[in-house]
């Protein structure tokens, strides 16, 4: 079974927004999943997060519509 990576709280400090590091990061995030041979990345991201649902799209990730999350909190 091949490795697949959780990205996970991407975050830039909002003096940095708009710059490209958004994209740079995942960029990065993508050739560290090349290079160690996983099978891809997963993310998750709310649905009202608009920068996030136009970013994750222009960067080659496909949204799957068909799978649902679902958590449980001890308290």
Do not use: H
């Not at 290079?35 to 949204?63: H, M, V």
């Amino acid at each position: 079974m091949k490795r697949y990576w959780l990205l996970n709280d991407l975050y830039v400090n909002e003096n940095y927004r708009g710059k490209g590091f958004s994209k740079e990061l995942i960029e990065i995030s993508k050739e560290l999943a090349k290079s160690t041979d996983a099978s891809g990345i997963l993310l998750e991201t709310g649905k009202s997060n608009d920068i996030g649902n136009r970013l994750y799209p222009s960067c080659g990730f496909e949204i799957y519509d068909s799978v649902n999350f679902y958590e449980w909190t001890n308290g």
